[in-house]
């Protein structure tokens, strides 16, 4: 039964076991009708007399009412201003421990002699307090610079995993709330914060350099019991608390992480006390915790030899092994995690060492170990996090019972929004192997892989987000990386290639990395994430927050191409064409990546980077430089518009234009082909408005060429391939695009699934023919393409003009055996549901549009219909031409 009041309450904050906010949170819900434009608000804060006020909306509306203060609690309604109109059921929210008012030291572990990055131990921090017994309730607040865990009375805090999370530290800390009412007890109680360097003091990325943020990790705590009286007493971490090493002898989120239960805790101490002085603000995230959100037993064992035993999950993800069995005390286990198993079914991580000319490779290592103390312990590892599908774990002189072994997968706790199935099993589990491959590596911020690297590169959730948002609410989380990305960036605008970036590359311009660092495609994340988050939910917000950054990264952009050549273009005429000084082809970038490898005459695939890399990182990549600059311009003007922005607006817009003229005259033939003459050129001037409408065509038609000639095989990277089947689609070539998802022989998606994967694979033949893995095997940027299944497959988009889905567009592209296909998309107006099925020669669509959302059904034979809200269902004959008619 559908609702007759609002409902769906919620506010812009993250939390735990509760919603936990800052002084002005953001109220949003769901309204059952269309027309409810005015609202009541009704508070009731403390538990004091309600207050009541007007407001206009229903998305992110700002709190009505006066600041609130630290540790406020909020139970909220809210109904339609009409009087007859229900309420709402009540929400409730609290106000986390605001930073100024804050009292607790800052306080860090006495550490012996350094062990070096890698391989420091976890400390424990304790601190001892006292209770009446008339306390009602109590909260725990914490945060830490490194990664901690918390007991109160050796009960353990909270649900969540990786506190306080990954963020630029220098500038932004977030804390943790926690109700810890039922682990207090009258008279004496003690809170221990086991930490460790985390992301803080850790290794960062494939060649395990030391994280810059600081050399000192610390935390901070205070615990607030409120009394039946209503005081609040506080008792906080100071010079009283004491430092010991914990039973965990080392820690690091990249390498792993070892337990010692027979050594215990020992070597207790007085805590340092103001050892972090420069301290960031402490504040609290948008995002959902990180948490383990589901168990999975071995899906086989396999005893390679006395001892040995390589245990295989059946699914690729993020998180750490389980073990409840350790054997008698004394026993040692050693457990090594990876994604992939050789040809005698051992492990193998040698296709996620890391190479670099000049210097000695980095050995890839994943690995947990355990000594066994008294009988009934546990071993979980929480101070480290893993990427695998496969264990192999190492015991002497003691059997591994396999009902002990459990996979725990961890990631952000994002709600789901979006669902797909058909009649086509392989499009089924291309959907299913890219959204596992979104959850891996959603681990507090958007990583590349979570292995090898494990960092959030701008470029990877650039070309994911649009799909991201179609699987998962991922407002929250992407605000709480955009701040980061902002936090990052350069003086001079240019964005890091990755953020947080544990680098610290904006203060060290003279590394050569930094030379790496504005490439479009990763830079213009800055523009392009926001702006997806704004059309996904209709959040403003989160185009006024970032809109400096973007306006200084698309500013240096336009100055890089004022005042930088490309060498060849030099040589080719020392005086450039005027046009030329919107041309961004003289400074770094990445370029397409990753697309499909070459062969050599003797059939081995060219890794053009390790091949010649002089070559690879002075080619011309103007054409993708320019692309982007003109769509970042392009979507800067549209920004600047809707925050009232009007001479930037006009700039922009004008920039936009003078852009697309250059790279028109640069790269742009007169017959409709490109200089580069690549698909991903064609799919990039097509999906960006860089073609004239009247040489599109000819542009399609040269596309659909170049896939023919690669046999029908497609030829894009790492920037072009969301955007392929979609351009190929809205052409006129649905079918070419569904002959390349149907495509089996590599490169393809339905390869990766031919040969087990899990999860989408970073390179297009992460598993050759020989069965030899290469490169990640969990990077879900080419994932992208179940956008495709989403928008034309199932046919449900937005319109071109609509925000948070006001305005949608149901229109199926149905593929060649494609009988049905139906799916949903929660937003924020509510669920979206849809289905079609095709039966002698006709199909049905069925649709259910909620309040506030209106949608045009397209046929295929191109009869329209108006509807919403509400429910439709209808049916037409498929036209003669259609692929799906003509298969039957």
């Given at each position: 039964m559908p609702p007759t009041s609002p409902y769906a309450l919620s506010v812009d904050s993250g939390g735990d076991e509760f919603t936990v906010t800052g002084a002005r949170p953001r109220l949003s819900w769901k309204n059952p009708d269309a027309t409810a434009l005015r609202n009541?608000?009704?508070?009731?804060?403390?538990?004091?007399?309600?207050?009541?006020?007007?407001?206009?909306?229903?998305?992110?509306?700002?709190?009505p009412f006066g600041e609130l203060r630290s540790g406020s609690r909020v139970r909220w309604r809210v109904r339609p201003e009409t009087l007859d109109a229900a309420w709402s059921e009540a929400a409730t929210f609290e106000v986390g421990l605001l930073d100024q008012d804050w009292t607790a030291e800052w306080i860090s572990p006495v550490e012996g002699s350094d062990p070096g990055y890698g391989q420091r131990p976890s400390h424990l921090l304790s601190g001892r307090f006292a209770l009446p017994d008339d306390v009602v309730s109590a909260r725990l607040y914490a945060t830490a610079l490194g990664v901690y865990t918390a007991t109160v009375n050796g009960c353990r805090v909270?649900?969540?995993?990786?506190?306080?999370?990954?963020?630029?530290?220098?500038?932004?800390?977030?804390?943790?709330?926690?109700?810890?009412?039922?682990?207090?007890?009258?008279?004496?109680?003690?809170?221990?914060?086991?930490?460790?360097?985390?992301?803080?003091?850790g290794q960062v990325g494939a060649f395990r350099l030391p994280a810059g943020w600081g050399t000192t990790t610390a935390a901070r705590v205070e615990l607030h019991a409120r009394r039946s009286d209503g005081t609040v007493q506080v008792f906080t971490s100071d010079r009283t608390w004491s430092s010991a090493r914990s039973a965990t002898t080392r820690a690091d989120l990249m390498d792993g992480q070892t337990v010692d239960f027979s050594a215990g805790v020992h070597g207790s101490t007085p805590v340092r006390v103001g050892a972090v002085p420069d301290a960031p603000p402490i504040d609290w995230s948008p995002a959902p915790p990180v948490r383990v959100l589901e168990s999975r037993v071995p899906a086989s064992v396999l005893e390679l030899r006395d001892g040995v035993w390589v245990v295989d999950f059946g699914q690729n993800a993020s998180g750490w092994i389980r073990l409840t069995d350790l054997g008698t005390p004394g026993t040692h286990t050693v457990i090594e995690y990876g994604e992939y198993v050789d040809a005698g079914g051992d492990l193998s991580t040698t296709h996620l060492d890391s190479k670099r000319r000049g210097s000695e490779d980095i050995v890839f290592v994943q690995r947990d170990e355990v000594i066994a103390g008294a009988l009934g312990e546990v071993f979980e590892p929480r101070h480290t996090v893993h990427g695998f599908q496969y264990a192999r774990i190492t015991r002497t002189g003691a059997p591994l019972d396999a009902a002990s072994v459990t996979m725990q997968i961890l990631h952000t706790d994002l709600a789901p929004s979006g669902s797909f199935a058909s009649s086509d099993e392989d499009l089924n589990r291309l959907h299913e192997i890219a959204r596992w491959s979104f959850r891996g590596n959603a681990v507090d911020v958007p990583t590349d892989c979570p292995t090898r690297e494990r960092l959030a590169w701008t470029g990877d959730y650039a070309v994911f987000a649009p799909t991201a948002t179609r699987l998962y609410d991922v407002l929250g989380f992407t605000r709480k990386w955009l701040r980061s990305v902002r936090d990052d960036q350069l003086d001079d605008g240019r964005i890091a290639n990755f953020s947080p970036d544990g680098r610290r590359i904006k203060h060290h311009l003279d590394d050569q990395f930094a030379m790496m660092t504005g490439s479009a495609g990763w830079g213009d994340a800055i523009v392009s994430v926001p702006w997806e988050m704004y059309t996904a939910y209709g959040d403003r917000e989160v185009l006024a927050e970032n809109y400096d950054a973007m306006t200084r990264w698309v500013d240096w952009a336009l100055s890089s191409a004022r005042t930088a050549r490309h060498h060849a273009r030099v040589q080719a005429s020392p005086e450039p064409e005027?046009?030329?000084?919107?041309?961004?082809?003289?400074?770094?970038?990445?370029?397409e990546w990753t697309e499909p490898r070459m062969r050599n005459a003797d059939g081995k695939r060219i890794d053009p980077i390790a091949h010649n890399p002089m070559a690879w990182f002075m080619a011309d990549k103007g054409e993708v430089g320019t692309a982007y600059l003109h769509r970042s311009a392009a979507t800067l003007a549209r920004i600047a518009t809707i925050l009232d922005?009007?001479?930037?607006?006009?700039?922009?817009?004008?920039?936009?234009?003078?852009?697309?003229?250059?790279?028109?005259?640069?790269?742009?033939?007169?017959?409709?082909?490109?200089?580069?003459?690549?698909?991903?050129?064609?799919?990039?001037?097509?999906?960006?408005?860089?073609?004239p409408e009247g040489l599109r065509t000819a542009a399609v038609d040269r596309l659909v060429e170049l896939i023919r000639v690669a046999g029908t095989h497609l030829g894009t990277g790492f920037l072009a391939t969301g955007d392929l089947l979609p351009v190929l689609a809205d052409a006129g070539h649905a079918d070419?695009?569904?002959?390349?998802?149907?495509?089996?022989?590599?490169?393809?998606?339905?390869?990766?699934?031919?040969?087990?994967?899990?999860?989408?694979?970073?390179?297009?033949?992460?598993?050759?023919?020989?069965?030899?893995?290469?490169?990640?095997?969990?990077?879900?940027?080419k994932g992208a393409v179940i956008r495709f299944l989403h928008t034309h497959t199932l046919g449900l988009r937005q319109d071109a003009d609509s925000i948070a889905w006001e305005n949608v567009v149901i229109a199926p592209v149905p593929g060649p055996g494609v009988?049905?296909?139906?799916?949903?998309?929660?937003?924020?107006?509510?669920?979206?549901?849809?289905?079609?099925?095709?039966?002698?020669?006709?199909?049905?669509?069925?649709?259910?549009?909620?309040?506030?959302?209106?949608?045009?059904?397209?046929?295929?034979?191109?009869?329209?219909?108006?509807?919403?809200?509400?429910?439709?269902?209808?049916?037409?004959?498929?036209?003669?031409?259609?692929?799906?008619?003509?298969?039957?």
């Open positions: 009541v608000v009704e508070a009731s804060i403390d538990d004091a007399d309600p207050v009541t006020a007007e407001v206009t909306g229903h998305r992110f509306v700002e709190w909270g649900r969540d995993e990786l506190a306080p999370g990954s963020s630029s530290y220098d500038r932004t800390l977030y804390a943790q709330a926690y109700d810890v009412t039922a682990a207090i007890v009258p008279g004496d109680n003690l809170v221990e914060i086991e930490l460790s360097d985390g992301w803080y003091r005027p046009f030329e000084e919107y041309l961004w082809d003289g400074t770094f970038h990445w370029g922005q009007e001479a930037d607006a006009a700039r922009y817009a004008d920039t936009a234009r003078r852009v697309a003229d250059a790279w028109r005259a640069a790269y742009l033939r007169e017959d409709g082909t490109t200089v580069t003459d690549t698909q991903a050129a064609y799919v990039r001037a097509l999906s960006f408005g860089l073609v070419v695009a569904y002959e390349l998802l149907a495509q089996r022989t590599a490169p393809s998606w339905l390869y990766m699934i031919d040969r087990g994967a899990t999860t989408i694979w970073e390179d297009w033949e992460g598993i050759d023919e020989h069965g030899v893995a290469h490169d990640s095997l969990n990077h879900y940027s009988t049905w296909a139906r799916g949903t998309h929660d937003g924020p107006q509510g669920e979206i549901a849809v289905e079609w099925v095709i039966e002698d020669g006709r199909i049905r669509i069925s649709a259910d549009i909620p309040a506030g959302t209106t949608a045009r059904i397209v046929f295929p034979d191109g009869t329209t219909r108006d509807a919403g809200p509400g429910w439709f269902t209808e049916s037409a004959a498929l036209p003669a031409s259609d692929p799906v008619s003509a298969s039957r």
